[in-house]
């Protein structure tokens, strides 16, 4: 397809484990951005990368977050030690041209629950 | 801090009324703005954007008003659909100019 595609759909992990959401961009978008949504609640930015760049990480909430993006592509966003506020729907997006001063096209989601 | 807020959570409009959804922003340096669409399980999807050097862009029913003097934004949506009932979602660019700052956003329900 053509679209932002994530996986998995829905994740069920158990506290203290580590979990890895990934990404596959629209192809050809240099832009890269992670968001988290709470239940009820607006999106959260986590990180974004463009190009060759040093990744904006200024959103992660804690260490336990980590994210990479190989190859200028696909992109994995990684939780160590998962805790159960960590549950949330992780959104991933692309973006042809740089910066947020364009249109973001999103993935599905990746539904994460921590019991 | 960089927020950006809603006036209502939930609008609830009969199926052919005009719908207004509002959006206050808080980064006067903001420079481009945009309204995404929330179904029920899925992501959002983009609706309509405007930069800082309009006060109004219209799209296929839908228009973007923007009031930089009291950092006020908000969507019109003409002749409002069942199809239109979602979570309507505010954004703006963080200070960086990397990020979309999201509101809560605000439930749309359309009823025939």
């Known amino acids: 397809g053509a679209g932002v595609s994530q996986s998995p759909s829905n994740k069920v992990t158990e506290k203290g484990k580590d979990v890895e959401l990934r990404c596959d961009p629209i192809s050809g978008h240099t832009a890269l951005y992670w968001y988290r949504q709470s239940l009820g609640q607006g999106l959260e930015f986590l990180i974004y990368f463009q190009g060759n760049s040093a990744p904006d990480k200024s959103g992660l909430p804690s260490d336990r977050f980590s994210a990479e993006r190989t190859g200028g592509s696909v992109s994995t966003l990684t939780i160590q030690r998962t805790q159960q506020e960590d549950s949330a729907v992780y959104l991933c997006a692309s973006s042809f041209l740089a910066g947020a001063n364009t249109e973001a096209f999103f993935g599905q989601g990746t539904r994460l629950t921590v019991v | 801090g960089e927020s950006v807020g809603l006036h209502l959570p939930t609008l609830s409009v009969q199926e052919g009324d005009n719908s207004i959804i509002n959006c206050a922003y808080s980064?006067?340096?903001?420079?481009?703005f945009i309204w995404y669409k929330q179904e029920s399980g899925k992501g959002p999807q983009f609706i309509i954007d405007i930069r800082s050097n309009m006060d109004k862009r219209q799209g296929q029913r839908v228009t973007v008003l923007l009031n930089k003097t009291v950092k006020h934004l908000s969507l019109q949506i003409a002749a409002t659909q069942p199809g239109d009932s979602a979570v309507y979602f505010c954004?703006?660019?963080?200070?960086?100019?990397?990020?979309?700052?999201f509101g809560k956003g605000t439930t749309l329900s359309v009823s025939s």
């Open positions: 954004a703006e660019t963080n200070q960086a100019g990397t990020a979309l700052i």
């Open positions: 980064n006067s340096a903001s420079d481009y």
